[in-house]
Nanobody, 123 residues
Framework: QVQLVESGGGSVQSGGSLRLSCKASGYTYRSNCMGWFRQVPGKEREGVAA???????SYADSAKGRFTISQDKAANTLYLQMNSLKPEDTAMYYC?????????????????WGQGTQVTVSS
């Protein structure tokens, strides 16, 4: 059974940084993709960043240059380093696994989800 547990969310001021972590259990990285998504109430879940088993990464335009996705396979942990945070980054952030890199930022293409961690950025 695959379990994903996010941590690292919190409240920061605009321009600040946060590092999200996603601890995976029961999951193998073979040929699969993991990603970070975010959602605000009333809006669809949107892809933020994704990484495949080879370490190839992809970012939404809103995340490019500010966010960095990485993985530690030995620790079964996915990370999202978020710098220069803006109020519009405020959302619930979710870790996802079991995706296909072709559809890397499409939430419907992922099989496993964490419970989410809240990120709030104040101006």
């Amino acid at each position: 059974q695959v379990q994903l547990v996010e941590s690292g969310g919190g409240s920061v001021q605009s321009g600040g940084s946060l590092r999200l972590s996603c601890k995976a259990s029961g999951y193998t990285y073979r040929s699969n993709c993991m990603g970070w998504f975010r959602q605000v109430p009333g809006k669809e879940r949107e892809g933020v960043a994704a990484i495949n088993s080879f370490g190839t990464t992809s970012y939404a335009d809103s995340a490019k240059g500010r966010f960095t996705i990485s993985q530690d396979k030995a620790a079964n942990t996915l990370y999202l380093q978020m710098n220069s945070l803006k109020p519009e980054d405020t959302a619930m952030y979710y870790c996802a696994a079991g995706g296909d890199y072709y559809w890397r930022l499409v939430s419907e293409k992922y099989n496993y989800w964490g419970q989410g961690t809240q990120v709030t950025v104040s101006s």
